[in-house]
Nanobody
Framework: QVQLVESGGGLVQSGGSLKLSCTAS????????MGWYRQAPGKQRELVAS???????NYADSVKGRFTISRDDAKKTVYLQMNSLKPEDTAVYYC????????????????WGQGTQVTVSS
């Protein structure tokens, strides 16, 4: 069993910063490909940023230059540093792991965390 636990969300004023963390535990021994998604009320879930173990990183156009995805493989933790936050960044943020090392070896999966709320006031 694999668990992804996000933390770091909260309420912040426009222009402020937050850093989200997502730590994997359970039967997961390494993370290869992962991403951060968000879902605002009444909207579809969208990809915010993604990162591979090889170093490939992608960002949604709406967050480029403001958000930074990073990882600490030793801690099985991924981060999302969010700067210059805007009210339109308000959403529940989820981390997702697509490729990981489990007891079955390296494989493709679709693990999700429970989400953390980010609210940006104007």
């Amino acid at each position: 069993q694999v668990q992804l636990v996000e933390s770091g969300g909260g309420l912040v004023q426009s222009g402020g910063s937050l850093k989200l963390s997502c730590t994997a535990s359970g039967s997961i021994f390494g993370i290869a490909d992962m991403g951060w998604y968000r879902q605002a009320p009444g909207k579809q879930r969208e990809l915010v940023a993604s990162n591979t173990r090889d170093g490939d990183t992608n960002y949604a156009d709406s967050v480029k230059g403001r958000f930074t995805i990073s990882r600490d493989d030793a801690k099985k933790t991924v981060y999302l540093q969010m700067n210059s936050l805007k009210p339109e960044d308000t959403a529940v943020y989820y981390c997702n792991v697509r490729r990981a090392l489990t007891s079955a070896g390296w494989g493709n999966y679709d693990f999700w965390g429970q989400g953390t709320q980010v609210t940006v006031s104007s």
